[in-house]
C-alpha cells in the first residue's frame, strides 16, 4: 500500500491589515486565507497549510524561511490580494498605497524555491501576477488607465458577483480540464499581465477585451488564473473550481522539471 497522507498544500498567507482606530482585535494585523480557498484544498482531498512570513524579517532571511517550509509542502497555492509593486517588472511608479513589499519578496522566494524544486504550483489572480513576475514579464499597473479598450476587471463594491467570459485556449490543460472552449469567472483585479513572461503560455483571455486570463508553464506544473476558482464554487453560471484544483492536485504525484528561461528582474 502506498502512501496515504493527502497532499500538503502551502498556501502563502495574505494580511488583513489592522484599523487603529477600530475596536477590538480589528486593531490587529491578521495574516491567514479566505475560508472558501480553505474548504476548496480539503474537500479535494488536500491537506491546506496556511506559510506566514514574519514582518521583521530582511530578504535574506524571507528566502531562507521560504527554502525551509518549501520542504515540508508537496505544492504550492498562491491566492490573492493586493496589488504587487511596480519594482519587480520595472514600473514607471514606485510602489503604491496598499503594496506590501515583505509578502512581495517571501512570495516570489516562495515561488522559486517551488519552481526549482519541481513542486507543481497553481496562482490565483495575484498570484498568476506573481507567476508571470518570476518568469520576466510584466504588467499593467492599472488596466483601465493603462490599456484601451479594457473593461472594468473589479467592482469593489459586487467583488465575487463581478464576471465576465472567457475564452480557453484550444489544446491548452484548462481545455482540456473543462471540456470547454469558454466560460464564465469571477474578476477582482485592477493589475493584470502586459508582457508574457518568457517559458509562459497562454491558457485563455477575457471575451470582452482579450486580457490574458490564464497562463501556463512550458515546463512542470505550473499555473495561473485571474479568476478566483474558490469564489465559484455552487455557482453553476460560472466554470466550477473542481476540474482546476483536481489538476492541480493530481500534479503532485507527478514528475516535475525545473523551471526554465526566467529572466530573474525582479531579484
Not at 519552481?115 to 490565483?124: D, N
Not at 518570476?134 to 464576471?163: C, K, M, T
Not at 469558454?182 to 517559458?199: D, F, K, P
Request: net charge neutral.
Amino acid at each position: 500500500m502506498g502512501n496515504e497522507f493527502p497532499p500538503r498544500i502551502g498556501i502563502s498567507a495574505r494580511l488583513r491589515p489592522g484599523v487603529a482606530d477600530a475596536p477590538g482585535n480589528a486593531r490587529k494585523d491578521l495574516l491567514g486565507a479566505e475560508r472558501s480557498l480553505v474548504d476548496l484544498i480539503a474537500e479535494r482531498g488536500g491537506l491546506p497549510l496556511i506559510l506566514a512570513h514574519p514582518s521583521s524579517f530582511d530578504r535574506a532571511a524571507l528566502r531562507r524561511l521560504a527554502q525551509q517550509l518549501l520542504q515540508g509542502i508537496d505544492a504550492l497555492l498562491l491566492q490573492g490580494g493586493g496589488d504587487l509593486s511596480p519594482q519587480w517588472y520595472g514600473g514607471a511608479t514606485p510602489a503604491t498605497a496598499g503594496v506590501d513589499l515583505a509578502r512581495d519578496e517571501f512570495e516570489l522566494a516562495l515561488l522559486e524555491a517551488a519552481l526549482t524544486g519541481g513542486k507543481p504550483v497553481l496562482g490565483i489572480c495575484r498570484g498568476c501576477q506573481l507567476l508571470n513576475i518570476a518568469y520576466g514579464g510584466s504588467l499593467f499597473q492599472n488596466l483601465q488607465a493603462e490599456r484601451a479598450h479594457s473593461i472594468a476587471h473589479s467592482d469593489r463594491g459586487r467583488y465575487d458577483d463581478h464576471v465576465h467570459g472567457v475564452r480557453l485556449a484550444p489544446g491548452g490543460l484548462l481545455h482540456a480540464s473543462y471540456a470547454r472552449s469558454e466560460g464564465r469567472v469571477t474578476s477582482a483585479h485592477r493589475q493584470g499581465i502586459a508582457l508574457l513572461g518568457n517559458g509562459l503560455v497562454a491558457e485563455a483571455w477575457c471575451s470582452e477585451d482579450g486580457l490574458l486570463e490564464a497562463v501556463r508553464s512550458e515546463g512542470g506544473w505550473a499555473v495561473g488564473v485571474q479568476w478566483h476558482p474558490e469564489l465559484q464554487a455552487g455557482k453553476p453560471a460560472l466554470l466550477p473550481p473542481a476540474p482546476l484544483l483536481d489538476a492541480f492536485l493530481g500534479a503532485v504525484a507527478a514528475p516535475q522539471r525545473d523551471f526554465r528561461n526566467r529572466a530573474a528582474t525582479w531579484q
